[in-house]
């Protein structure tokens, strides 16, 4: 795009935006461009002028829209910057005040993006208006402040003002923590202040959260310890021996980092110890190091063996993996070998792991994992019942997909393009072939054969799928993979194997388990229901943690508890149960959660109430994401509302198709498989006008 014209079209597309009340879509086009004159700044500034309380319930998602155009600049010091900060700031606290003033449901987090903003410009008027609503508070338990806050890193020019006025008193609820996690690395990182909880009342706080039995708060125990080092206040003493006994590994370890920053030879043996542990050895190795003392390091951890496995046991335990460190740990295989692209020889391990279930709702989860080059574990790929040649193929051809190196194609639109490659086969008849995928690799790779093909086909009255790769063409027999196998780990299982230069058969029937035992209904709602009686008695604040729908495990098995009651006749049970969990709805998509249980139950009126509950949190919300859109409509079909269903499905595929534009890796992935969730409704619903009816609209068969 002419970068002059862009500068124009940039104020013309606000302005359409303002006038359909659909800005996301208009700046969407926006999304690869930064704002670098002031012409740029000048109109954003000039958006935000246009906005006011008439606008009404669109105010706090049009100020969104247009504040996270103050992150798409060249640079800090570009005079867009410049514009953005002296007219720019003062027009977003003035709409995150008469936003306020309005109280429209699911505002929040538009919200406090607005003071994410104001707090990396770092006005004065700005971090004063951020002081202020964390003293009133507003939205204190939402976890974006902790994104507002982190931006008080050292050097921040009012870092000062914002952690002295916040000292006394201290903020409330997720605030608080998030001020905690602030301070503490802007004096681990060297600024010289006095910490905001060194006071009584801050370290009554940081007691409190140490002797929490709420598992929510082991990481708010985490963080106070911390802070001990930079403690002046008395107490330090009897708060470092409560985090010392305290019955979590990690916070123990913590605690002896403490204690060891404090310059006590007690912290560097606890440390020392813990180093030998597998659940704790990568953080106190670590922490060591930091500390200047890596001589302390037991000799034994430096055993390849045990560096994997704890290595895999740290990552496991990562809040976006498993989220806590697993039962048992097993190397399966150990090998070294040349990886591409540069083919460099390195060791490398699978290691499998074993979580168990306590409550009867699952099976244990057993899954394989690599360390070597990424460690990483692909949860969905069954890798525990593939022989070892396979799972380390898959981790292969996954990483060389996420380089760039690989790039795969979904060809069953247009199959006859690719037609041509089932010549590659040259062995046996095959029947009912049809093109599924194609591949395309890089030079850099070193194969042969540039595009590779995958065919579903039959061979011998056998199913199964056929990998076209020239002289290397390969059958691959349906019972020897996982009974839900995808198409796509058939076709990485190949190339990846080509490109680790694994030859010979692989005997893949052995590793294969049968069906896990299906558990019936009657049991599930009997293990749920006792599940849920224990969250509903839990006291105090662990109550709300107890019955979270994101994080707990009643949110976690709702889904499985309304199929069962949905298979025993007993669906009108699920509202007592919708009634007891809907005061957390609001948060991370509980109303979609609650929703499509009430729908499973064939309680429709429910759940179109909650569904549109989750339908008015805003585009900002990420609403078209996941399935409860695709319910939603299909109840309002059912209720004579076409219109409306038709416009709803639409509205949540054009957003999925811009997402798609700058989606990568399994991003990708994850995106075409909501769009197609949504576009399959559409054509259900709207047939048989329907494919052409988003031709016409601009919507595609794929985002792919």
């Known amino acids: 795009m002419n970068f002059a014209f862009w500068k124009n079209a940039l104020k013309q597309a606000i302005e359409r935006g303002l006038a359909s009340g659909d800005l996301r879509h208009e700046l969407s086009e926006f999304k690869d461009h930064a704002l ?176 929490s039995e709420r598992d929510g708060e082991y990481s708010y125990a985490r963080s106070a310890c911390a802070a001990m080092p930079f403690l002046k206040h008395q107490r330090r003493d009897e708060l470092l021996v409560l985090a010392a006994s305290h019955p979590d590994k990690t916070i123990r370890t913590e605690s002896a980092w403490a204690e060891a920053k404090c310059g006590r030879k007690s912290g560097l043996r606890r440390l020392t110890d813990l180093c030998l542990d597998l659940q704790t050895s990568v953080t106190a190795r670590q922490y060591l190091k930091e500390l200047g003392r890596s001589e302390v390091i037991p000799s034994e951890v430096s055993n390849p063996d045990f560096l994997a496995l704890s290595e895999f046991s740290h990552w496991l335990a990562h809040p976006s993996e498993l989220g806590r460190h697993p039962d048992s740990l097993e190397i399966v295989d150990q090998r070294e070998l040349a990886w591409p692209p540069d083919q460099t020889k390195r060791p490398f391990w699978l290691i ?158 052995k590793y294969l388990k049968g069906s896990p035992p299906v558990r019936a209904p009657e049991q599930i709602i009997s293990a749920y229901e006792k599940l849920l009686d224990s969250a509903a008695q839990t006291k105090g604040k662990g109550r709300e943690d107890a019955l979270s729908l994101t994080w707990s495990p009643v949110g976690k098995h709702l889904g499985t508890y309304s199929k069962a009651l949905a298979e025993t006749g007993k669906g009108v049970a699920i509202r007592k149960v919708i009634d007891l969990l809907q005061g957390g709805a609001e948060k991370l998509g509980g109303y979609s959660t609650l929703g499509e249980a009430a729908f499973v139950c064939g309680q429709d009126d429910l759940a179109e109430e909650l569904l549109i509950k989750r339908k008015d949190q805003g585009v900002s919300a990420s609403v078209e994401r996941g399935e409860s859109m695709s319910i939603l409509a299909r109840l309002w079909y059912k209720r004579g509302k076409q219109g409306e269903a038709r416009q709803l499905l639409v509205d949540c595929l054009m957003p999925l198709l811009s997402e798609s534009k700058t989606a990568t890796g399994p991003d990708r992935q994850m995106v075409e498989s909501w769009f197609q969730t949504h576009r399959q409704t559409y054509l259900q619903l709207f047939h048989p006008s329907a494919d052409e009816e988003l031709k016409q609209a601009g919507i595609p068969s794929t985002t792919l």
């Not at 958006?47 to 992150?71: D, I, S, V």
């Not at 989860?365 to 990424?374: A, H, K, T």
């Not at 993979?481 to 694994?502: E, K, M, N, T, Y």
């Open 352 to 509: 499998k792991y074993v979580l168990k279930d306590e409550m009867g709702l699952e099976d244990d989860d057993e899954e394989c994992g690599l360390v070597g080059s990424v460690t990483f574990c692909l949860f969905s790929y069954k890798l525990s019942q593939r022989p070892p040649e396979d799972a380390y193929a898959i981790h292969c051809c996954w990483e060389m997909t996420n380089a760039n190196l690989i790039e795969e194609h979904d060809v069953t639109e247009d199959p006859s393009e690719y037609a041509v490659l089932l010549g590659h086969w040259q062995g046996a008849p095959l029947g009912a072939a049809a093109m599924l995928k194609v591949a395309e690799l890089s030079p850099k790779l070193g194969l042969k054969e540039r595009l590779v093909g995958l065919a579903s086909a039959t061979l011998n009255d056998n199913a199964g799928w056929v990998v076209l790769d020239g002289t290397h063409s390969e059958w691959y027999p349906q019972t020897d993979f996982p009974f839900d196998c995808q198409d796509s780990v058939v076709l990485r299982v190949h190339i990846g194997r080509r490109l680790l230069a694994f030859t010979g058969k692989a005997d893949r029937a």
């Open 36 to 211: 670098a004159s002031r012409k740029d700044g000048e109109a954003v500034c000039w958006g935000l002028q246009r906005l006011n309380a008439t606008t009404g319930a669109t105010l706090a998602e049009n100020a969104y829209q247009l504040a996270k155009l103050f992150m798409d600049v060249r640079d800090a010091g570009c005079p867009a910057v410049e514009v953005l900060r002296e007219k720019g700031i003062p027009e977003l606290m003035r709409l995150y005040d008469e936003a306020r003033a309005i109280k429209q449901p699911g505002d929040s987090s538009n919200l406090l993006y607005l003071l994410k903003i104001l707090a990396i410009y770092g006005t004065t008027d700005g971090v004063l208006k951020i002081i202020e609503a964390a003293q009133e508070p507003f939205a204190s338990d939402n976890y974006v402040w902790s994104v507002i806050l982190q931006n008080f890193e050292r050097g921040h020019p009012q870092n000062s003002l914002l952690f002295s006025a916040l000292t006394d008193p201290l903020p409330e609820g997720f605030i608080a923590i998030s001020l905690l996690d602030a301070a503490n690395h802007c004096m681990i990182d060297g600024e010289e202040m006095i910490h905001p909880f060194d006071s009584d009342g801050g370290t009554e706080r940081l007691r409190n959260w140490i002797l």
